[in-house]
């Protein structure tokens, strides 16, 4: 699972390391989401078309992918980054 440190500049930005963008597939002018439990920040990119996920093939071709890159290894449950990230800053 991909990991990555960005500095906080003075005006509070962050930049988003290319990895990560190629992950969401963003780029300049997209627009990503921030969302938080308190204990953590998790983002997501926002779709051109919010409401929209995309062709019924195409959500299922994600799925796919999705579940192909979990049993190849390429993917952990959200609860493994959780707790290794607690454990790393002593949460």
Do not use: C
């Not at 500049?9 to 921030?34: A, H, M, N, S, Y």
């Amino acid at each position: 699972m991909p990991v990555a440190v960005s500095r906080i500049t003075q005006t509070g930005q962050i930049t988003l390391p290319k990895e990560f963008r190629e992950i969401l597939g963003v780029g300049v002018r997209d627009q990503v989401e921030l969302l938080s439990d308190g204990s953590r920040v998790e983002i997501r990119a926002v779709p051109d078309e919010p409401l929209s996920l995309g062709t019924k093939e195409e959500f299922w071709a994600r799925v796919q992918n999705s579940d192909e890159q979990y049993a190849a290894g390429e993917a952990a449950p959200a609860n493994d980054l959780i707790d290794r990230m607690r454990s790393d800053h002593g949460l």
